[in-house]
T-cell receptor, first 115, second 115 residues
Framework: DTGVSQNPRHKITKRGQNVTFRCDPI?????LYWYRQTLGQGPEFLTY????????KSRLLSDRFSAERPKGSFSTLEIQRTEQGDSAMYLC?????????????FGQGTRLTVV | AQSVTQLDSHVSVSEGTPVLLRCNYS??????LFWYVQHPNKGLQLLLK??????LVKGINGFEAEFKKSETSFHLTKPSAHMSDAAEYFC?????????????FGAGTRLAVHP
């Protein structure tokens, strides 16, 4: 499979615990995005990487959230001290270098449930 | 700032009847617009995109969308619904103000198709 891969697909955690998600983009794509989708809403932008550089972070990304993309390949999103409000689907997308019309490819997401 | 408004949160049609999913956009410059579909337990998939080459855009699975600048609309249509079309549909605008394409999603329209 050469699409965007996200792991795990599902994560249930207790409030206060730390969680980490992984995204493996399509190999030649240098741009990587994280989005969050809550029930009944469209995905909301969280952060963007161009190669290994994190170029933008949404105000939705509190200081409990951190994302990395070492070596410009896979990316991780960590949430520290999880809260019930963090329960959502976390989506990763990658784009090949290109213009404003370039298609984004999305992974299947990681569904986080904080209990 | 770019934004999209999907006018219907739910649309229900009978199999074989036409589909219309409405989307209005707000953009300070010529927008890049997309429709994505999300089936349960699957990743977001691109249906079609407006690239300014033609106002009537044809996508996969028989879907079309027409860009109307005067109405700031980009409605999605299909002449005859199929059961497999039941899914969540997102209208998306690409924001290029940061020097890269950040996708801004609408809240989504859930399409139900009845026998």
């Amino acid at each position: 499979d050469t699409g965007v891969s996200q792991n795990p697909r599902h994560k249930i955690t207790k409030r206060g615990q730390n969680v980490t998600f992984r995204c493996d983009p399509i190999s030649e794509h240098n741009r990587l995005y994280w989005y969050r989708q809550t029930l009944g809403q469209g995905p909301e932008f969280l952060t963007y990487f161009q190669n290994e550089a994190q170029l933008e972070k949404s105000r939705l990304l509190s200081d409990r959230f951190s994302a990395e993309r070492p070596k410009g390949s896979f990316s991780t999103l960590e949430i520290q001290r999880t809260e019930q409000g963090d329960s959502a689907m976390y989506l990763c997308a990658s784009i090949k270098q290109g213009g404003v019309n370039t298609e984004a490819f999305f992974g299947q997401g990681t569904r986080l449930t904080v209990v | 700032a770019q934004s999209v408004t999907q006018l219907d949160s739910h649309v229900s049609v009978s199999e074989g009847t036409p589909v219309l999913l409405r989307c209005n956009y707000s953009s300070s410059y010529s927008p890049s617009l997309f429709w994505y579909v999300q089936h349960p337990n699957k990743g977001l998939q691109l249906l079609l995109k407006y690239t300014s080459a033609a106002t009537l855009v044809k996508g996969i699975n028989g879907f079309e969308a027409e860009f109307k600048k005067s109405e700031t609309s980009f409605h999605l249509t299909k002449p005859s619904a199929h059961m497999s079309d039941a899914a969540e549909y997102f209208c998306v605008v690409s924001d290029w103000t940061g020097g890269y394409n950040k996708l801004i999603f609408g809240a989504g329209t859930r399409l139900a198709v009845h026998p």
